[in-house]
């Protein structure tokens, strides 16, 4: 199995920053379309972010301007930069594939929550 390890959450203000990570463990990592997902209390999981292998970035409207998604397919890792986080953003953020295919065994997850 792919293993997906995501870190840099953590508890920021409204207004402030973070910048997640996710390392994955495939050798195919720098053939793969990634995304960051996020779920929030009593919400779906949703699609915040993807990026193609040749660091073609998209958002969700609701993040475009704010987050910034980039990787580094030398070091199978993919960040995800976020900017002027709001309450809305609060959610536990995972990473995976992305786009019309099956996504690998979803990781632990890490939790961001914005409030004052």
């Known amino acids: 199995q792919v293993q997906l390890v995501e870190s840099g959450g953590g508890l920021v203000q409204p207004g402030g920053s973070l910048r997640l990570s996710c390392v994955a463990s495939?050798?195919?990592?720098?053939?793969?379309?990634m995304g960051w997902y996020r779920q929030a209390p009593g919400k779906q999981r949703e699609l915040v972010a993807s990026?193609?292998?040749?660091?073609?970035?998209n958002y969700a409207d609701s993040v475009k301007g704010r987050f910034t998604i980039s990787r580094d397919n030398a070091k199978n890792t993919m960040y995800l930069q976020m900017n002027s986080l709001t309450p809305e953003d609060t959610a536990v953020y995972y990473c995976?594939?992305?786009?019309?295919?099956?996504?690998?065994?979803w990781g632990q997850g890490t939790q961001v929550t914005v409030s004052s």
């Open positions: 995976n594939r992305a786009g019309p295919v099956n996504r690998y065994q």
């Open positions: 990026i193609t292998p040749g660091s073609i970035p």
């Open positions: 495939t050798s195919i990592f720098s053939f793969l379309t």
